[in-house]
């Protein structure tokens, strides 16, 4: 069984029709990247999963629990953590402030696996500035903020949407590095991308999706030395 499944689903903002007839799997400890062109569904797939926009059919299990018609809280609560494009940081708290928010706490009072600690041990740089002011930071650094916020709500599946878009090359270099020290704990990953630079060392599978349908799925080896597919479909 998938520890995440999406089956059939059909997305619509309003009377637009997004996703068509979309599945996909994400098997436990593994990164799944979806890859496509602006406009092709990605963020709408994501989007789907966590709740934020039902799916009108189709079903959606975390590891055979059913998420389909829950509210977004409620999926978090299942465990599934989501990065936004837009990050959505509180600026006006400081770095270790926006950490605290989002921490976690059990029925006993206790925290979860993710302790503001071990979260400025992914992510150094952060910790040298946990007293700034969220709103001062550089686009990179609230990147890492949002990310490890999101750490904070201890998930066991991390939905993170265009993680690598806006920054700057060397910063790009650093967060995938970051990522990939994540994935050797065992976090399951679902990462919806256009840099393929980017996901090329991070991802096991790859599902490029065109006009909210998915055109193709693979390992990322077989994608990456598949330049006929990344052409008609990526054109790059």
């Known amino acids: 069984m998938a520890y995440l499944e999406v089956h059939g689903i059909e997305t619509f903002y309003g009377d637009s029709h997004i996703l068509f007839d979309l599945s996909l799997e994400v098997a436990e400890g593994e990164v799944v990247c979806l890859l496509g062109r602006n406009g092709a569904g990605k963020t709408t797939t994501l989007k789907s999963i966590i709740g934020l926009v039902p799916p009108r059919s189709g079903r959606i299990t975390l590891h055979g629990q059913s998420l389909t018609g829950l509210a977004p809280f409620r999926v978090a609560r299942l465990g599934i953590g989501y990065v936004p494009e837009e990050r959505r940081i509180f600026g006006n708290l400081t770095v270790h402030e ?18 503001a600690e071990r979260v400025f041990e992914l992510f150094p740089h952060l910790a040298s500035l946990r007293g700034r002011p969220a709103g001062r930071l550089s686009g990179g650094e609230q990147q890492m903020l949002t990310i490890a916020r999101t750490l904070m709500g ?33 976090l399951t990953m679902l990462v919806a991308e256009q840099n393929i630079h980017f996901v090329s060392e991070l991802g096991d599978r790859v599902y490029i999706l065109e006009k909210g349908m998915v055109r193709y799925r693979g390992t990322m080896r077989e994608f990456v030395g598949n330049e006929e597919i990344r052409r008609a479909h990526l054109a790059v």
Do not use: Y
Request: aromatic content about 4%; charged content about 20%; cysteine-free.
């Open 98 to 115: 926006n950490l605290e928010v989002a921490r976690r706490t059990w029925s006993d009072g206790a925290g979860g696996g993710w302790t």
């Open 154 to 186: 201890d998930p066991s599946l991390l939905l993170l949407d265009e993680p690598s878009e806006g920054l700057a090359p060397l910063v790009v270099e650093m967060l995938a590095a970051q990522l990939a020290r994540l994935k050797s704990t065992g």
